[in-house]
Nanobody
Framework: QVQLVESGGGLVQAGGSLRLSCATS????????MGWFRQAPRKEREFVAA????????FYAQSVKGRFTISRDNAKNTVYLQMNSLKPEDTAVYYC?????????????????WGQGTQVTVSS
């Protein structure tokens, strides 16, 4: 059974930083791409970032490009999201996800497995 567990969320002031982690189990982590999504109150879930199985390619939503960095450590079965220069509009529940593909994708319906989410709150 594939499990994804996010951690690292919290409350931070605007301009601050957080690093989210997503630990996975139940499959060969290094064989599959990973993604991060987020859902703000009263909004639909949206793509944030994705990384290929090897870490060789990454994609970002325009709203976070230059501020967020996705990375992975295949030895630790963990994917990270480093978030810098945080803004109040980054406030959301952040989810990591994976599916049966190696190349990074921004398409939510491609992802089969999801974590429970971690809350990120950015105060102004």
């Amino acid at each position: 059974q594939v499990q994804l567990v996010e951690s690292g969320g919290g409350l931070v002031q605007a301009g601050g930083s957080l690093r989210l982690s997503c630990a996975t189990s139940g499959r060969t982590f290094s064989s599959y791409a990973m993604g991060w999504f987020r859902q703000a109150p009263r909004k639909e879930r949206e793509f944030v970032a994705a990384i290929s199985w090897s870490g060789g390619s990454t994609f970002y939503a325009q709203s976070v490009k230059g501020r967020f960095t996705i990375s992975r450590d295949n030895a630790k079965n963990t994917v990270y999201l480093q978030m810098n220069s945080l803004k109040p509009e980054d406030t959301a529940v952040y989810y990591c996800a994976t599916g049966g593909f190696r190349l990074a994708t921004m398409t939510e319906r491609d992802y089969d497995y999801w974590g429970q989410g971690t809350q990120v709150t950015v105060s102004s």
